[in-house]
């Protein structure tokens, strides 16, 4: 049983660790009570570990009280064992932010359950995080339990399962139209241009981009292998794929081939590969707001900070700062404010969503969506129709324009044939018309029994 003692002014505990020998340790209580708050704790601790290391010898599985470490210590793990190499930095930040620099973490194992993951939850989305990001930190927690199961150092159901999920709205990704991507890259900066070409021509990700290798291209053939992105020798679905390279693309890989320094395709200027951190999604708004891919232009007084906001970059006047009079001190016939700067909105683009174009493209082109999946080298061809498959409205619009045109009385219309009249055969296409939409009622309301008396209409 555990007890403490002071000497020197110091309490000490004492205890029997898991191996079963006694332990004295100095500790930093300054009471008899919290040294032996702390023992009782060291105690149960070890007691624990006992518990623990005898039903694995007799074949046994672990209890949920049997469970040691806390709850930041199994989420430690998860990422220094479990995380994949390529997420690993960005769940480090994820859970460091969340479990492992909160109160949340310092929970021991034993004492969790789905409570304390429900109140996790609704705390994270109170402080104002996004409905998409709760979700993702929802499903980072039940992976790690679920590898934690399976590698014994959770036992029973995942408490992170019973969770709700939050609701979130879809988003609407920006995308370019067939006949804005010449004006995008007629002003993207050459040293960027065979990188932004490629993107949308292959729908590649930035990173596999940036480690493209020549090995990997084969002109002979027309066919790019996508094997690795940055440093890491996979892509972020595990597996190599081999695409087709587009006819206009061609000679631009052909170029890079032959003039590209190093053994890159799209290196940068020294021929070294990219930075992970190397964004080219300013040099994408740039060249946004050059072309006139805009939302509109935001007009700025530099002298009082007036703005205006208009669809337009025509010149215009601040109404604040108003000149009444000329250098020479003589007053204008017409006063007139200081000229505003106007400065383009570009429009809400990332460099990720040149690949929803690309996506997008080849869907309004009429091909099919499961060569677009293979293209852009999904799993689910879901994931290519519904997160990166953009139709517009005018896309919609043709989709309606296969409906038959309706006059302006087809409700009046007799629906019967017509027969043929003294002047020649009967206008028949108001019967095509009703009879279309008749087939579409009758889809809508039950059929009559066979000899039944009921009408059809």
């Not at 007890?3 to 110091?10: A, Y």
């Not at 070409?197 to 066919?223: H, I, Q």
Request: aromatic letters at 6%; hydrophobic letters at 35%.
């Amino acid at each position: 049983m555990a007890s403490v003692l002071k000497r020197g002014g110091v309490w000490y505990a004492k205890w029997t660790d898991a191996a079963g020998k006694r332990r004295r340790e100095p500790t930093q209580a300054a009471s008899k009570a919290e040294a032996k708050a702390l023992a009782d704790e060291l105690e149960v601790e070890a007691r624990r570990h006992r518990n623990l290391a005898r039903r694995a010898r007799n074949g046994l599985p672990p209890r949920p009280e049997d469970l040691t470490g806390t709850f930041a210590e199994l989420c430690t793990w998860w990422i220094d064992h479990r995380c994949p190499e390529a997420s690993r930095s960005g769940e480090r930040q994820r859970l460091g932010k969340h479990v492992l620099k909160a109160a949340v973490g310092a929970l021991l194992l034993s004492a969790m359950g789905s409570p304390h993951f429900d109140e996790l939850l609704h705390s994270v989305e109170a402080a104002g995080t996004s409905a998409a990001s709760v979700n993702k930190l929802r499903s980072v927690l039940h992976t790690v339990f679920s590898k934690a199961k399976k590698a014994g150092k959770w036992v029973g159901e995942n408490p992170v399962a019973s969770t709700e999920r939050r609701k979130v709205a879809k988003r609407v990704y920006a995308t370019l139209r067939a006949e804005e991507v010449p004006l995008l890259l007629a002003e993207v900066p050459a040293e960027w241009g065979p990188l932004f070409a490629a993107a949308l021509w292959t729908g590649m990700r930035r990173g596999e981009l940036f480690a493209l290798r020549k090995s990997d291209v084969d002109l002979t053939l027309g066919t790019i292998m996508v094997a690795r992105s940055n440093e890491r020798h996979t892509t972020k679905g595990g597996h190599a794929d081999l695409i087709p390279i587009a006819a206009p693309l061609f000679p631009i890989l052909k170029h890079q081939l032959e003039h590209a320094p190093g053994s890159l395709v799209l290196p940068d200027k020294d021929g070294k590969q990219r930075s992970p951190e190397a964004d080219p999604q300013k040099v994408l708004r740039h060249a946004l707001a050059r072309a006139g891919l805009v939302e509109g232009y935001e007009h700025v007084c530099r002298w009082c900070g007036h703005k205006e906001r208009h669809a337009d970059n025509e010149q215009r006047y601040c109404p604040k700062c108003v000149k009444r009079t000329n250098g020479t001190g003589k007053p204008l016939a017409q006063p007139r404010g200081r000229a505003l700067w106007p400065k383009a909105i570009p429009r809400p683009m990332r460099f990720h969503d040149l690949r929803h174009t690309t996506a997008t493209l080849l869907l309004r082109a009429g091909v099919d969506a499961h060569r677009v999946q293979r293209l852009l080298r999904h799993r689910d061809v879901r994931t290519t129709t519904g997160i990166y498959g953009h139709l517009d409205v005018e896309d919609l619009r043709a989709a309606v324009e296969k409906l038959p045109e309706l006059g302006p009385n087809w409700v009046q219309m007799d629906p019967t044939p017509q027969a043929e009249t003294e002047n020649g055969p009967a206008n028949t296409a108001n019967t095509e018309v009703n009879s279309w939409w008749a087939l579409q009622d009758s889809n809508l309301r039950p059929l009559p029994c066979e000899g039944s008396a009921l009408p059809l209409s």
